[in-house]
């Protein structure tokens, strides 16, 4: 079974995502949420995944992924971790802080957080959502 390369459309507060073939797009791709939420995937990136075909729903979806490999870069859809860095130049913030702040998602931000790697800085939350970031 050889990796196929697909592009993450969608992903649902669940963490269940959707993707396309990149060489297809008209070719729907699922993706269960556990596989999504450790790959921390985003809208835009495009990722290597092992696929097999779709028996619940074939009509709708009719691939699912079974394994991810490390993803590759976004497609230029959006700047988001510039737009975090330039926030956390004014200093510590709360993922649903961003969120706010940036229009966005905050399962997007925490996701661009944890890919994003930033050096010196503190994680840490008492809940998820109220995961801090601060910048040293």
Not at 28 to 47: E, M, T, Y
Not at 72 to 100: F, H, Q, S
Not at 114 to 133: C, F, G, N, Y
Request: hydrophobic fraction near 45%; proline fraction near 7%; charge should be negative.
């Amino acid at each position: 079974m050889q990796p196929t390369e697909i592009i993450i459309t969608n992903r649902l507060a669940t963490g269940t995502t959707f993707a396309v073939l990149s060489s297809d797009m008209t070719q729907n791709v699922f993706i269960p949420s556990k596989l999504a939420l450790d790959a921390s995937l985003r809208p835009g990136q495009k990722i290597m995944a092992q696929i097999v075909p779709n028996m619940s729903q074939p009509d709708k979806t009719p691939w699912l992924a079974i394994s991810l490999e490390d993803g590759g870069p976004m497609l230029p859809v959006d700047n988001l971790a510039e737009r975090i860095r330039a926030e956390l130049e004014n200093g510590p913030a709360t993922v649903y802080d961003l969120a706010k702040m940036l229009d966005a998602d905050i399962e997007d931000v925490r996701a661009e957080l944890k890919s994003m790697r930033l050096p010196r800085t503190d994680l840490w939350a008492l809940e998820q959502a109220d995961l801090l970031v601060t910048v040293a």
